[in-house]
Structure formats: C-alpha cells, structure tokens
C-alpha cells in the first residue's frame, strides 16, 4: 500500500477539503484499493469515516446514498432498488464490500465496476466537494474527468424509480465480467450502461449500444470480441429490461 | 500512535505505525486466527468482524480500527469446550488446512446472527470473500447449516456416510434406468458404495474427526508464522524485472547502509552451489542447474539477491536501493519453439551437467516403446492422430510459501517451514549452506496448503544464509504476487496422440509424443512429464505404445509439482481424443472405452519404462498387474447421479425458453497411481504411555489432506484404542522417521503401511504382555479391542494396567514399535468423472451446472476426509479446465498476478458436486486403502471439453474454455 506516514480522522467535510490541500495527502475510504495498492509511496492518510459521510436517505423522489455507505449498506437496505444492490453485491465479495463505499467505487472503480453500471443507469449524481465549493456532476461525465486532486466525493444520488438488469459473460459466473450491459427502463425510455469497452463504465445508445465505443483487448478478451459481446449482452439487457419495467 | 480496539469485548489500547495493517496489529497482539492470504484482502483469510461485519483485516488500517469493535475466533475459546459452530466445521470435514476457518467461524457467527435459519444460497454469499482450495466449499456450507440448527435448538443430524447400494456386480457394466433415481440429500455427505470384499471394522472406515481439528478451529498457534521468535528479523528477495538477463555489477553500498539492515546477499557473497529445487528423493533427478543466487536470471521473478531486516518495510526498501546492471537478453516462452534450434539458450554456463542439450534448450529427450508402434500403426484399419496443448496455472494455496530459520543454542541451523517435503529438505539444503545434515533440523508445522507447490526447496535456502550471516531468526513469507511468479506452476504441454484402432474397435497402438515446458529450471521437469507419459498411456490397453518426450527449458514463471503432476495434462489428451475416436467409430464413448480400458488382471505394460530415476530400455519378463479396480460401478453410479441419458434428449440439449443456450454432458475416464514403486518411503514409531495412549510419530507430512487422522486411525484399528488414544506428531528431522513426504498420492498407502507395521509391534508386544498377565502361553489367541486386551476365556486387561505394569511394576520396558515401508506396488485408483454444461452460442459462455465423480479408492479409511479430497480437487480442476491461465505480456511479465485477474472459483458459483467412493479391496495397501489425493484432478477438464462436444458439437483441443475461445471455436463451427 502507499506507506501511511500519518493519519487523519477529520470530523468534517470542510476539514478534510483542507487536509486535502496538503502534499501527498489522500482521502481514505473504506480502503480495499487505497490499502491494497503496494506503491511505497510515503502519503499522509485523510480518512473519511468520522465526518458524517454515510447513511443512505430519501428526498425529493431521489435516494441519497452517503459518499461512506459501504457496499453492503446497499445490499441490506431494502429502499435500494433491487438491481442497484444485486450490482453492489456482485461489485465484491462478502469479506470486502463491507469495508468498499459508494464514494470509493465512484473514485478508484475499474472499468469493469457493475455497480458504476448500474449507478449510471439509475441517473446517477454525485456531489464533489472542493476548495472552491461543492458542485454535483453526473456519474457518467465525472468518471470521464475523474475527481480532481484535493476534491472528495460525499454522496451520490439516484432515481430509484424502476429497477434495472444486467446481462454479463465472464469466465465464470461470479468473475468480473469482461463485458457487461444494465439496462434499465423508465417512463423516459431506455437507460444502458456497459462495462468492459472503455476506461471505466459508460452510458451507451440502446439502439446502437457500440457506436463510438473502442474498446482495449486483454488476456481475457480482445477488442472485437469486446465489441461483439457488447452488442449481444446490450441486446438481451433492453429487451428484458423492456420486460421487467 | 496508539488506538484503542474493542477486541473481543474488552477495551485494548496498542502502539501502531500509520501504515500497519489490522490484520498486522491482531497478530502483534496474539491474534493469531487472523491469516495472511494477500495484500489486497480477496482471500479473506484475513477476516476479522469489524463492528460485527465480516472483513477482510488486510486492507483495513489499523489507525481505522480506532474506535470500534474488532472479533476474531478467539473470543469463542474461553475454555476447553468447541462453540458450536467450531463443532460444527470440526464434526462435519469443512477443515482441511483449516488457515482459513477462523474468517469462516466468524462468518458464521455473523451470518447467523442476522438469520438464524440462512438458505444456501445466503450461506455462499457469507463464503464469497473467503477463498478456499482445499473443500471445494462443500462441507463448509453443511458445517454451516449444522451450526445453525445447533443454534436454533435443533438436534444436530449425525455426519455419517450414506451407504449407496451397489448398481453392478462389480465387473459387468449394467444399462442405466432413467427411472432410478440418485441418492439425495447433502452432496458434502460422503456416499460410500460398500464392497462385500472389505471387512468391518472398528475405527477404519469410520468419518472420525481430524486429529488436529481443535487447534485449528480455535485458530490456536499451528501455522509458520504463529510462533513468535525473540529477534526476529524479515527477509525480502529483490526479483528480476526481466525474463532473460545476465547480472553485469550488483551495488549493495545503498542497502547495506539503509539503518536496520543486517545482511544483504546475492551471487557475489553466497557460495556457488548447484542443486535442483524439487523435493525429490536422492539423488536428485538431473540436471542440477539451480544456485541460490545466479549472476543470470531466467524468468521476471527470479531471485537477484535478498536482503534480512528489522522490519519488512526496511527489507522492502533496502531491496531498491540494490544497484543492478543487466545486459537484457532474448527470452523465448513457449515450448517448441524454445527447442527449435533458433531461440536464445538458457543454460550457457559451463557448470551445469547432463542437459540433453543445452544449445538448443532441450533439458531432456526421453523415449520409451513397447512392441513397434510404427508397424501397428501402418497396419491399424484406423488411425487418428490429434495435437493438444495445455497451459500454465498454478497451485494457489492461500497460505503463501513461509519459513522462518534460526541458529538453535547448540547453533545447529533450524529451519520452520511450510514445505511437503521437510527430509528432503534438510539433505538438499545441506550442501547449500555447507553444513552436514545432522545439524539441520526442519520442521513443518500445520500448513495452509500445498497441492505440490511446497514439494520444493524455494525459500529455505534464502532464510538459512540469512540467519547463518545474521546469527538472527529471520523469516521469509512470499507475497501473493511473488507467489504466482516466483513460486511453481503446471507445466505447460504441446502434446500429440496418434492411435490406431482395429476394426471392432480395439486400440492396438497408441503413441504419445509430448513437448513439456519446464521454464528455466529443470526442478520437477523430468519426472512430470514421465508421469504425463505414464498416465497417459496407462488407462488403455494396447499392445503397441510409445512415449517421446522431450522437455524444453523457456523463460516463463517456473513449473514444478502440482497436484496430479503431468496427469492432468495427458488426460485432458488422451480422453478427448478417445472422444473422438468413438464419435468417428460410430461407437458410445463409453461403451469404446470400456472395450479398452486396462482393468482388473491387465498388464500396466508401459509403467515400468518410465520411472523417476529413468527410462528402462528393456522389455521384463513380468509387467505390474491392476490388482483391483471398481470402474464399471464408478461408471454406473455416476451416469445415474448426472443423468447421463439427458445427453441424447435434444429437448433438454435446447432448452425452448433459452433459444441461445445448448446443454451438454460429458464423461471422462482416469486411472491414476498410488505413490511411486521402489520409491516412496515412509516410517512410523509408536510408544505406549502410562495411561494405555499412544504417542505415534510420522515423518509423513499433513498437509491439511487429514494424512495424521488417517495414519491414527490405521494405529488405532490394529491397538483396539479409539483414535483419540493416538496422539499423532508429524513431522520434524530431528523428531519423527523418514518420509519422502506428501506427494505422489502416497501418504496413506506407504506411510499408512509404516504406521500399521509400527502398531503390529506394539500389538505382539502388548499381546505378550497381556499374557503374562493373564497368566495365559499363547499370545496370539489375545484379541485388542476396547482399550482392552482379551484372552480366549473372556478375561482381559486394560492396556493401562499393561502400561503401568510394563513402565514401573515388572521387568520395566518401553513398550514401542517401529515400522517402515516402501511398495513395490501402485495399485491405481480409478475414477469416472461426469460433467454437465450450458454454453451460450452468441458469447461463447460455457456454466458448468454440475460435476460428479465416482471414486475406486480402494477402502477409504476415513470417507469424510476422502471425500474432501475428492471434492477440493475438483475445485481445483475445474478452474484448470475453465477460468485459470497464467497471461504473460511480451516480456514475459506475468498480468494477472492477483486473484481476480487470475480467478479461482468461489462459494457462490460453485457447481453442485457429488462425490461417490466405490469400495474395492486393494489387498496391498492398508485396510485395502488405495490413493485419492490426485485422482480427482484428472477428468474434469476432459469431461467438460466432451460435454462441449455433446452441447455443440466443437471440438476444442485447447486450455482453458474461456469465453473468447468458445466463442471462436463456435465460429469456425
């Protein structure tokens, strides 16, 4: 892991943001990538645990899910859609999802993160807290800019309305998917959002899912299988999504 | 800083640096339950409750533990008694190693809290973070529902085998009635098939509890790293960056300087030794082509120097701070073009011998014929030939390589370790360290797993220049990284059958030439790609047969000894391509099979041209015989528990609702053997104490398999004692007999023999006592039971009063019994393996919805721990067949060195597995015992490829079935 020379444990989100400012300072979350990661990089720890980060509520017809509310917190909540939770338990397994956070996930999550998928789908908004201010972005546009340095990431909202379903091939059935699709249908039309094709989870065309996407092969797929499975896991998830709504 | 835990209920203050782990700070504190498994916390052997909640102490920060509650298993240990989920893994097998039952006892307990009455399906999720190689999860999940009936104050269903009634006479096959419905109920309780044949009695046979179950279901100190050492210092090896280099300079100025530094070590200080790292009997299979430090390295991972610390971070920090200039060199990866003529040689030093031919990296050419299989193949009315290549994976156990060594107060060199193989470990590292064996002592400990990646001497050499240097303890635990590309894989083949087969379907010659990759070591390249020859041209009879080997040296990550070391490989081969054979025959690929198979009375005419120490040239007058074989009730009673006729039902095949998705189901066939003839060895000593128990002393080496149980309960079957009566110790140099070690599926056959020899001493001694006791003159008529010994007329003595009559009343002796043994036999377990698969034709997703293998492995002297093997081996061979593959980029750097990139199966996607053992009398080994370690490992990834076969119709001669390759292989039809 990056080598802690020191830890923080602010009480407030102002606190932290002013930590945050400091060289080689890094917000800590849950820590299942943070403390996982074997760069020695000496970094002084801000950890986001005591300043009132997690809880989920409802307002305003949206679910507020706490930049800290881990990923099980979603599993258990019975007002979580029930799609956003099955991606939140298939995110990680049971030793980690108690530990990763909704904030976490939305910083460091790969591109094969279901739960980003999902998040997207369900409209997703997430507040970013800087030293200018706080300003909400959507998920999707912020995981292309990414959260800039000395910004923390304090909740995401989403439209729990209707539910969503993803269709996924891995190498086995609990495996990271190497592509997957969520699909979710409101009364607006068709939310998609694949995984598996981009640097991080991204919002796709229901009628044409791989237009514009390039995707990078690795051991477990290459580009054009990528793209073929896009197309067919896209297909299969608007369709029963179609079905479910 | 200092935090303050809740630990275990009460309020613990501790000092801790910023960057210490929990899982750090726990061990620290003697919370030693809580295992290292990987940094990134996916083994969950980590797994601690954190404010009740199950996770893994690897990633946490202790710092973020301030504050809150942290549990671990010793919380439930308040006193002797188990709590009864601890009961419960104990009592129904869900420990094997046990490094990881203390996250799952936590798990429970967590689990349980919130639904006392969980279904399986919430039982798995619990298990999906704690990763496990050893159960397959199948007890596991039954332990868990036993504890939570406990709990809700039901009455706990005793864990006993299920008696299955026999489908065949055991020779003749019979035809499967799709009506007769399998055994049901728990696939994780063992269902036995009795033989007529074997006798009963009275603790063989028996599902007796692990003789090591306490210690491991209370986490109490059994492991490597459990035991605290005064002054201990960590050692960290500074790796290759590069495939292929030779060393040009090494500047250790910067490390050595580093404060907290005690020793820095690497080719230019460390005397040049070779020597071959595999745990093999002596003397050592050729070439040896290894010395601890090279001025060359040979694959990214390979050993450049290394480095004994205060502290790991010091350790870890000093090993970057070595200067080292490389010339980079070409690397070559794969296996046949390494040996081409055209590729960069491995092994240009002048100081290693008997390369077959080094210019061309070919560590060995072997071939070995029986009959002329040129003539019988020109003669065959057909012949089929078929090339299949196998890839790289490795052994995973979640106990990481460990060893700790120290300089003793008679300053002989003591080395803890988590190894198979500790004798041939004290007498390789000898000549190393320039030390005599006698003042080597190694210990193994409990260890958390093996499967053949600890049947080698990998870092006990490392930490014994170390502590010889520092005159410190030093310890050396690999990361999970260094543990895929340092430690040992499978071999990876090219391999090419060809076959000739006579018009009614008989095979009358089979050829088998094989092209293994032993990476830059010849270690155990040799003798698995024997075996890989053996296996694979064993399981059918043909007059004709010949194996043509040759081994090439590449720069990949090292191969070595992995559970069913060759076989696995071979069987992927030779079942496929009988397969197809029938297919093309026109004849059920069974029924084919069967028309071949070697069986009971047949010559296993190929074994003895391809032993360990070499290939025998000459024909014998006499060929091992199978002495027993229970193949044809194998087969019945797995084709029924599959439902074997489904293949044919093309409205099951496609199912209506799922227009993308064919099913299929596959058989395989595996013969394996059972510990190497001439070879293997085990001993065993067994002394009488005061109270009439037993203290029974093994060199045989537990690996978690249950090798201690079963050995006791072979010594308390012959002494009439309950198996709580042994006491059994294994093993230690310095403490317990010789034992080649774990491996080659020997320990219950060779070492088990041994303990029975050892414990029929005791028992004509006891006897001859006993008579004089009883004032009877025939000692042979006194019969053992019940802790008792009893004369014709009914009248007896306990063995405590022999004990105490023995040790301090009458011509006072230690009444004590050695016993050894080495076989010229191996019986060859048999096995029938079932698969059944979905594939999705427009992804090429193969699911495999169920395995089921019937076992032939002799008696099985404790079916629940039998049964586990069978269970994690499939496991293990399932991911073999599906998901695991070591990716290499160009460079030869391994990509996917983690779990997640390199998948192992989980709790909650695992297939259904059902387990059968098939009673046959093996009267050569113990009880009628055979081997069962390796077998399982043998069917699955044949199995799978068939059922693709019955599911779609592609053939696929490759490794794994990943989605892309399935989905090719769909396209080109």
Redo the contacts between chains.
Sequence with gaps: ?P?????H?PDSVDAVVGLLAGTDHLA?A???VL??D?D?TPVT?V?L?ACGLDGITEADGRLRLGAMATL?DLVDDGRVPSGLSDAA?AE????????ATVGGTVVSGGPDSVLLAALIVHDARVDVVGPEGAATTPLADLLTAGVPPGHVATAVDVDPAGDCVRHA????????P?VSATARTTTDGVRLALTGVADHPVPADPTDPTAGLAPTG?????AD?RL??AE??ATRAVAESGEVR | ?EITLELNGAPRTVECA??E?LLTVLRREGMVSVRFGS????T?AS?VL?DG????S????A??A?GHSVTTVESLNVDSDLHPVQAAFAATGAMQSGYSVG?MVL?TLALLERDPDPDEEAIR??????LDRETAYVKPVAAIQQAAAVLRGEEAEPFRPLLVTPMTDGVHAVDHDPADPPPTGSPAIPRVVPSRDVPSTSVVGHPEVKVDALRLVKGNPAFTDDFEMRGLLHAKVLRSPHAHARILSIDDSAARALPGVHAVIHHGNVARVKYASGGQSYPNPKPHDQVSFDDKVRHVGDRVAAVAAETV?IA??AC?LIEVEYEVLPAVFDEVEAISGDAPVIHDEDDTADIADASRNLVHHMVAERGDVEAALASADHRYEQTFRVHQVQQCPIEPHISVAWLDSDERLVVRTATQVPFHTRRMLAPLVGRDIKDIRIIKPRIGGGFGVKQEMLLEDVVAHLAITTRRPVRLEL?R?EEFASSRTRHPQTMTYRTGVDGDGTLVAQDMKLIGNTGPFGTHGYTVQTVAGLRGLTSYNAPNKRFDCEVAYTNIPVPGAYRGYGAPQALFGLESHMEDIAADLGIDPIEFRRQNWTKTGDEMNIAPHLGEQGVLEEELDEYPKVMSDGIEECVAQGARAIGWHRRDDRSWREPADRPHVRRGIGYAHAMHGTAIPFLDMGGCSIKLNDDGSFNMLVGATDLGTGADTVLGQIAAEVLGVPLDDIRVYSSDTDMTPFDTGAYASSTTYISGTAALRAAEVVRKRLKERAAMLLGIDVPCSIELRDRRAYAPDGRSVSLEEIALDSLHLNEQEQIMGTGSHVSPDCPPPFGATFVEVEV?L????V?VGHMVMAVDCGVAINPVTASGQVEGGLLQALGYA??E?F?LDEDGRM??AAF?PY?I??A??MPRTDVFLVQTMEDSGPFGAKAVAEIPKDGVAPAIRNALVNAVGVRIDQL?F???RV?DALQKG
């Design positions: 892991m080598r802690a020379l020191a830890y444990r800590l849950g820590g299942t403390n996982a074997d020695p720890m950890d645990q099980e338990r990680l397994p049971s030793t980690l999802r108690t530990l091939t891995g190498r086995t059935p609990a495996d990271a190497i690795d051991f477990r797929g290459s299988y073929r499975l067919v896991l | 800083m910023p960057h782990t940094t990134s916390g996916e969950g797994a954190l909640r199950l996770a893994s690897e990633v946490v920060l710092a973020q301030d996250a798990g999720d619990m298990l999906s973070g704690i971070e870890q920090q970057s990361t990284e999705d427009e992804t090429g997703q699911t599906h998901c593959e990716a990509l996917n997640g998948w199966y989980r909650d996607e794994p990943t989605p892309e989905f």
